[in-house]
């Protein structure tokens, strides 16, 4: 996907262009962006995790597929957390809502991205907070008029995912 995202992005450049400036940063609101990223991502940590014992009645988790190697936790960060947040926010928030964006107006084009990432990400129970999470960054993104915002946020809620499965299962 990255290499996917990177090529359609580098394809429209010129219309892209400007979604990597971050114009009139502001480390309160992105201060701000991250708090509320990491309370959601506790909560829907401790939900998916509450769920998934109620229905399946086992653990799902990431974990292990990472521990075998020395340098698992570093590994799962950077795949799990970084390019995620970097590569799917291209793809979505960049390259796709900005061609939406010729073709249909702002809130469709927020529901459209939304709904497709959520669609890569499909599991049931992911559903009540993934397309939520989406429509999120969708709007950060159109309000903000940059990637930045929404990168920051997507790799903070991964990253808290990330943290939290070290310290369930493994050792910081």
Not at 70 to 80: A, R
């Amino acid at each position: 996907m990255a290499l996917t995202a990177i090529l359609f992005f580098a394809y429209s450049w010129q219309e892209n262009k400007f979604l990597l400036k971050w114009p009139n940063f502001s480390i309160k609101k992105v201060s701000a962006l991250i708090a509320l990223t990491l309370i959601a991502s506790f909560g829907v940590q401790f939900l998916v995790g509450h769920l998934n014992q109620l229905v399946f009645n086992k653990d799902y988790t990431f974990y292990y597929t990472y521990a075998f190697h020395d340098y698992g936790n570093y590994i799962m960060i950077i795949s799990v957390a970084l390019f995620p947040a970097l590569f799917e926010e291209l793809a979505y928030r960049g390259f796709l809502m900005q061609r939406l964006l010729n073709i249909v107006d702002e809130k469709e084009a927020i529901y459209i991205t939304s709904i497709l990432f959520f669609f890569i990400h499909f599991s049931m129970i992911s559903f009540f907070w993934m397309l939520p999470f989406g429509l999120v960054l969708a709007y950060v993104r159109i309000k903000t008029n940059t990637l930045w915002y929404g990168i920051v946020m997507h790799f903070f809620f991964n990253l808290c995912a990330c943290l939290i499965e070290i310290y369930n299962y493994g050792s910081f």
